[in-house]
């Protein structure tokens, strides 16, 4: 059973940031499926378990974002 958690992502202006941001956060213990909106910001993320949410603020940050 998966859940999807959402989360907003500020400072993303271009596809590579896109990227990098799903790389980062798919490395995450447990995430199946990354989906970022380059125009709103918001990241989709399924999972197999409950995400915390320093885990996913950690790894947007460690691709040179940060959670809003
Ligand atoms: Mo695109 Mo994003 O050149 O920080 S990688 S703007």
């Given at each position: 059973?998966?859940t999807?958690?959402?989360?907003?992502?500020?400072?993303?202006?271009?596809?590579?940031c896109?990227?990098?941001?799903?790389?980062e956060?798919?490395?995450?213990?447990g995430?199946?499926?990354v989906?970022?909106?380059?125009?709103?910001?918001?990241?989709?993320?399924?999972?197999?378990?409950?995400?915390?949410?320093?885990?996913v603020?950690?790894?947007?940050?460690?691709?040179?974002y940060?959670?809003?």
């Amino acid at each position: 059973m998966s859940t999807t958690q959402n989360f907003t992502v500020t400072g993303m202006t271009c596809g590579h940031c896109v990227a990098s941001v799903t790389e980062e956060v798919s490395e995450i213990a447990g995430v199946e499926t990354v989906e970022v909106d380059l125009a709103t910001g918001n990241v989709a993320v399924t999972s197999s378990q409950a995400l915390e949410d320093d885990a996913v603020r950690a790894a947007v940050e460690e691709a040179g974002y940060a959670l809003a």
